[in-house]
């Protein structure tokens, strides 16, 4: 068995200060790409032994199909929560409509 990549990226791919361009010196964005990469160099990475067995299990789930408890009845849950949310957006757009139970 091959054993699992670093999930650390080696460098940012684009800089950190980019989405703050117009709100940033040049000065600022500096300081803020040095910390970022900072802290993604000190983040902290699970150990492959816990990664290895974390992906069996997730594995061994998969292959099983079943995922933990469902309800009896699973489509007439949805339905039954689809109708009831409907019906609250409609009673909603009747009331900004300014009619209805809420209205003036």
């Known amino acids: 068995m091959t054993e699992p990549e670093d999930p650390r990226p080696a ?3 684009r800089p950190v ?6 709100y940033v010196t ?3 964005a500096a300081a803020i790409d040095e910390t ?6 000190a983040r902290a990475v699970p150990s ?3 990664r290895a067995e974390l992906k069996s299990r997730l594995v061994e789930l998969d292959g099983r199909g079943t995922f933990g408890w469902r309800p009896k009845n699973l ?4 339905a039954a929560y ?3 949310g409907s019906a609250l957006l409609a009673v909603a757009a ?3 409509a300014g009619s209805g139970p809420l209205g003036p």
């Not at 489509?75 to 949805?78: D, E, G, L, P």
């Open 11 to 13: 460098r940012r791919a």
């Open 17 to 22: 200060s980019d989405e703050l361009r117009p």
């Open 26 to 28: 040049r000065a600022d």
């Open 36 to 41: 970022a990469d900072r802290l993604r160099e």
């Open 48 to 50: 492959p032994a816990f």
């Open 75 to 78: 489509k007439a849950t949805v």
């Open 82 to 84: 689809a109708l009831s």
């Open 94 to 96: 009747i009331g900004v």
